[in-house]
């Protein structure tokens, strides 16, 4: 609570300056369902560059990604693609890095949630002692041989965490992956659909959680004030936020791959980024799994990228109490 309020209190209501990077990555292997590679141009084409640049944003955008299929790309037990879905991330790594060491806050745009191995794996190699910021309805901490599916968008949490590096199997595409945080650099936010084998990684490892049963016991007040205090109790590090769109209600966000009811409202997803944002600390942002082909409406669709975005813009300064550009005066008679 105090950690939160020292930085609250040294906010200016101002437009942003922030200088951010987008990269989009077009990818779908890390699960099943076709059409989640349209997601960074139609989050693209629903103006996001130009709003941030409204909002005070330097934006550099360095395209969309090119993922192509390994050829003879053979499952390992139950894991599809892996050479496919490890190429990926190596080629996001890269591209997050180099957007990093050229001084900008990174937005990586997807695409399924695999790719937040490769996202987060190239933060840590330009900004060590990250933390991570987890908003999802689903853990997605399951190993190769825990998974269910064998998707490894419900798995990338686990190839980060050095307390599961003893058991994850040595896998095709996958040789290049040093894990990079640790149990108590990460918190979730918005779970309420694990595997069991999920949740007992979690409590084991006593992992810091907000399930949607603590999030309306607590108010996501107190759930942001707890991760602050949670994550920044010592010092003040880089955060990684890594947003899976389907963390909100399918009310609010129905066009993605593996919705949940009953999620965040609107105004619980946007206050989640516009917490992080006030901390100052915000490096990089994944926001995923938007699936325009999910969506059964034109305003199905709509809905889904519009709150992408919006999630996006509140990382980067937009403030729903309003906001003044930093050098802004009021008119003499």
Known sequence: MLILKSFLKFMIIRRCHHSV??????????????????GPDYIRTAGLIEKLQAQGCQVKDYGNLKLDDVPNDEPFGKVR????????????????????????????????HS???????????????????????????NTPLTSPTGNVHGQPVSYLLKELQSKIPVMPGFSWIKPCITAKDIVYIGLRDLDPEEHYI??????????????????????????CDHLFSKVKRP?????????????????????????????????????????????????????????????????TVNAAVSVVLSCFGQAREGSYPINYQLPEP
């Open 239 to 303: 955060i990684h936020l890594s947003y899976d769109i389907d963390a909100l209600d399918p009310l609010v966000a129905p066009a993605t791959g593996t919705p949940a009811i009953g999620g965040l409202t609107y105004r619980e997803g946007i206050y989640v980024a516009e917490e992080i944002c006030k901390t100052g600390l915000l490096s990089a942002v994944d926001l995923v799994e938007v699936n325009p082909s999910r969506g059964k409406t034109e305003e199905e669709i709509r809905s």
């Open 81 to 112: 693609m892996p050479k496919t879905v490890g190429l990926a991330n190596q080629r996001l790594a890269d591209a997050v890095h180099t957007v990093k060491k050229e001084g900008r806050a990174c937005v990586v745009l997807g695409g399924d």
């Open 115 to 141: 790719l937040a191995i490769g996202s987060i794996l190239g933060h840590a190699r330009s900004q060590r002692d990250l933390c991570l910021v987890w908003v999802d309805a689903h853990a997605d901490i």
């Open 21 to 38: 990077g987008i990269i989009g990555a077009p990818f779908s292997r890390g699960q099943r369902k076709d059409g989640v590679e349209k």
């Open 202 to 227: 979690v409590k084991n490892l006593g992992i810091k959680s907000f399930s949607m049963t603590e999030l309306d016991r607590l108010g996501m007040g107190r759930v942001m004030e707890e991760t």
